[in-house]
């Protein structure tokens, strides 16, 4: 496996369910990501992690739940969201800060009914 | 704030026409500029970057930039379209010391056979 990779690429889940989307990145990177796309909105950073620790949280709600057990991996555990959380939930992986490029994932599409 | 805008949500071309996607962007400093594609259903992709030096930076598949400070723009060209390079296109600025990319709300490229 290269680059970044999330699972599962979709997912229908009821408004009482508990999910977890997975990130993986193969880089060597020491920061990672979560973005939510939803249509006609610009992408919205959700959280930012710099080895391990949480460094961002912009103004989520709290039905959604990071973590990053190490600086390969990182999770988002969805629990009773809503059908406007429905979007494209991008994650990706940098060097560092600084302006580095960020490296993106292919996204989970995210629907709830 | 930092900010950055795409004036152009759609922008419709014929194969093999010229192109320019233009992106401005507000920052009080030099800022680090990007710009990633992203075809349906996908992560988005980086095409080129502008960190310093050469105002005029070269990225894959063709597609190049230009860094003008008096204008605070960042607009990306390809002399020749290709039915493949239909997707969506996104402008983004990072800053020293912070791990965020402002990204722009995109324009969509739609190219004509």
């Known amino acids: 496996e290269t680059g970044v990779t999330q699972t599962p690429r979709h997912l229908v889940m009821g408004m009482t369910n508990k999910k977890s989307l997975k990130c993986e990145q193969h880089l060597g990177h020491n920061a990672m990501y979560w973005y939510k796309q939803s249509a006609k909105k610009p992408l919205e950073l959700m959280f930012v992690?710099?080895?391990?620790?949480?460094?961002e949280n912009n103004s989520v709600p709290s039905r959604f739940s990071p973590e990053c057990p190490n600086s390969s991996h990182l999770f988002l555990h969805l629990h009773t969201l809503q059908p406007e959380d429905s979007a494209l939930y991008l994650c990706?992986?940098?060097?560092?800060?600084?302006?580095?490029?960020?490296?993106f994932g292919p996204g989970t599409r995210l629907t709830v009914l | 704030a930092q900010s950055v805008t795409q004036p152009d949500i759609h922008i419709t071309v014929s194969e093999g026409a010229s192109l320019e996607l233009r992106c401005n962007y507000s920052?009080?400093?030099?800022?680090?500029l990007f710009w990633y594609v992203q075809s349906p259903g996908q992560g988005l992709q980086l095409l080129l970057k502008?960190?310093?030096?050469?105002?005029l930076v070269q990225g894959i598949k063709g597609f190049e930039a230009e860094f003008k400070r008096s204008q605070s723009s960042f607009n990306l060209r390809k002399p020749s379209v290709h039915w493949s390079d239909a997707a969506e296109y996104f402008c983004?600025?990072?800053?020293?010391?912070?791990?965020?990319?402002?990204f722009g709300s995109g324009t969509r490229l739609l190219v004509r056979p």
């Open positions: 920052y009080g400093a030099t800022p680090y």
């Open positions: 502008y960190f310093s030096g050469d105002t």
């Open positions: 990706a992986s940098s060097q560092e800060a600084g302006g580095n490029e960020q490296f």
């Open positions: 983004a600025v990072g800053m020293d010391s912070s791990y965020k990319l402002i």
């Open positions: 992690y710099n080895f391990k620790e949480q460094t």
